[in-house]
């Protein structure tokens, strides 16, 4: 299968708002709500920021949300600040006892 | 406090071979399923691997099926990934990472991640 897309670069300016797209098939993003969204700073391991789609971990701030239509889901980062400045990669459950990555959106605050 | 701590990794040439370890702390380890992710230089991550909480069930992406093998042993908290044949396109920071929940036999979410081991495949 293969890897779900994401677009290669985004950005906003601080306070703004910034929404980053993940498309699959429906067999994988579209077939069930196993969306998974991680921030990655460069030199760290990814965190968790979403997962089933729109729950946001404890610790995680209510400026991130997750939603997903048909075969698309998305992460939409509200108030940017500084710190967003990151990696976002999108995963989702590829039904065939088989995770699949996106290949990653480099967020620039501006 | 829940911790991943990734070892094992190093260089080594082409063909050969390499096992990388994962001990967890802080969780009841033998709970939860377990994944190895990995990431080469400059790219984004790729799911390699992931074996339920007891490991009756492995599974592998396509691009290491026949050369790696996930284990684990509940009894010391340690994850295993052994790596064969091993080719310049292997070369990556390899995560182990915990399923998000307890009980899982299928990978849905690597949650807590370690914070990786390098592996470099190069004569």
């Known amino acids: 299968q293969s890897a779900l897309t994401q677009p290669p670069s985004a950005s906003g300016s601080r306070g703004q708002s910034v929404t980053i797209s993940c498309t699959g098939t429906?067999?994988?993003?579209?077939?069930?709500?196993?969306v998974t969204w991680y921030q990655q700073h460069p030199g760290k391991a990814p965190k968790l920021l979403i997962y089933?789609?729109?729950k946001r971990p404890s610790g995680v701030p209510d400026r991130f949300s997750g939603s997903k239509s048909g075969n698309t889901a998305s992460l939409t980062v509200s108030g940017l600040q500084a710190e967003d400045e990151a990696d976002y990669y999108c995963?989702?459950?590829?039904?065939?006892?088989?995770?699949?990555f996106g290949g990653g959106t480099i967020l620039t605050v501006l | 406090q829940m911790q991943l701590v990734e070892s094992g990794g190093g260089v080594v040439q082409p063909g050969g071979s390499l096992r990388l370890s994962c001990a967890g702390s802080g969780f009841t380890f033998s709970n939860h399923g377990m994944h190895w992710v990995r990431q080469a230089p400059g790219k984004g991550l790729e799911w390699v691997t992931f074996?339920?909480?007891?490991?009756?069930?492995?599974y592998y992406a396509d691009s290491v099926m026949g050369r790696f093998t996930i284990s684990r042993d509940n009894s010391k908290n340690t994850l295993y990934l052994q790596m064969n044949s091993l080719r310049s396109d292997d070369t990556a920071v390899y995560y182990c990472?915990?399923?998000?929940?307890?009980?899982?036999?299928?990978?849905?979410?690597?949650?807590?991640w370690g914070q990786g081991a390098l592996v470099t495949v190069s004569s």
């Open positions: 995963s989702s459950y590829g039904g065939s006892n088989n995770l699949l």
């Open positions: 429906s067999s994988d993003v579209g077939g069930h709500n196993y």
């Open positions: 074996i339920r909480y007891d490991g009756t069930n492995k």
């Open positions: 089933e789609v729109s």
């Open positions: 990472a915990r399923d998000l929940w307890g009980h899982q036999w299928l990978p849905l979410v690597p949650a807590y």
